[in-house]
């Protein structure tokens, strides 16, 4: 693999780092509310979750993985769990941190297999993920020539450049929760479990809308030589 195709995979990990979805919030969130262990354990779930998607995305069948990820059950049934994770957030008590009053707060321990597991389903949820993950093997696995080293060492790059990012995404949020009052801490869970369910809400709507007639390469194409 040569420079450019090494520069342009830090690029696109930079770029998906980058990208405002459910993941990010609740990546901010996790630092602020648990420190940088939690969030770290939480963003290993969602790269593992990426790596099972470009694990099917190379080894499925092309035709039946593209038929999957336009099929809009599957977006329903995404925003369905995605929503109820998010009306989840915002009122379960024992999720959130329980303010007593404005000073005192009591906060919920969890592990970090839990966290984890919470990071790896809320972005294996998300349908679109399989969808990105496979228009970058049909686009980037021919300009590799098929090359299983090279396309190894490419997603390992976008990946890994990912991961970086966000582990300074972390650091940067949990610098800030010094200055995060309880009271501010658990107001902020509850505008995640707003935004979370927004997310659903958008990805149920797209199981109503009809497909775009666009090929599927041709619209990661085009959103990267959009945003590289």
């Known amino acids: 693999m040569n420079i450019l195709e090494i520069k342009d995979a830090v690029l696109i990990g ?12 609740m990546l901010i969130e996790t630092s602020i509310s648990h420190g ?30 593209i038929e999957i990820k336009d099929h809009p059950l599957i977006f ?13 957030t915002f009122y379960n008590k024992r999720q959130s941190d329980v303010i007593v009053d404005e000073k005192l707060v009591i906060k919920t321990k ?28 049909l686009i980037f696995g021919a300009r590799l020539d098929m090359n299983e080293e090279k396309i190894l060492l490419f997603f390992s790059t976008i990946l890994l450049s990912y991961f970086i990012v966000d582990l300074g995404k972390i650091l940067l949020a949990k610098r800030l929760s010094r200055n995060m009052t309880p009271s501010l801490i658990y107001k902020t869970k509850r505008i995640l479990g707003i935004i979370l369910i927004v997310f659903g809400f958008l990805l149920m709507l797209k199981g109503f809308i009809p497909n775009n007639k666009m090929p599927l390469e041709k619209v990661i194409e085009k959103r990267l030589d959009t945003n590289i």
């Open 76 to 88: 329903i049934l995404g925003g369905i769990v995605m929503t109820a994770y998010g009306i989840y």
């Open 14 to 25: 930079v770029f998906l780092a980058f990208m405002i979805g459910p993941v990010f919030f």
């Open 110 to 137: 969890y592990t970090y297999l839990q966290l984890f597991i919470n990071g790896f389903l809320l972005n294996f949820i998300n349908i679109g993920v399989l969808g990105f993950w496979l228009g970058m093997i």
């Open 36 to 65: 940088f262990r939690a969030a770290l354990a939480f963003d290993l779930g969602v790269v593992i979750a990426d790596i099972a998607f470009l694990s099917i995305a190379y080894f499925g069948s092309r035709s039946v993985l």
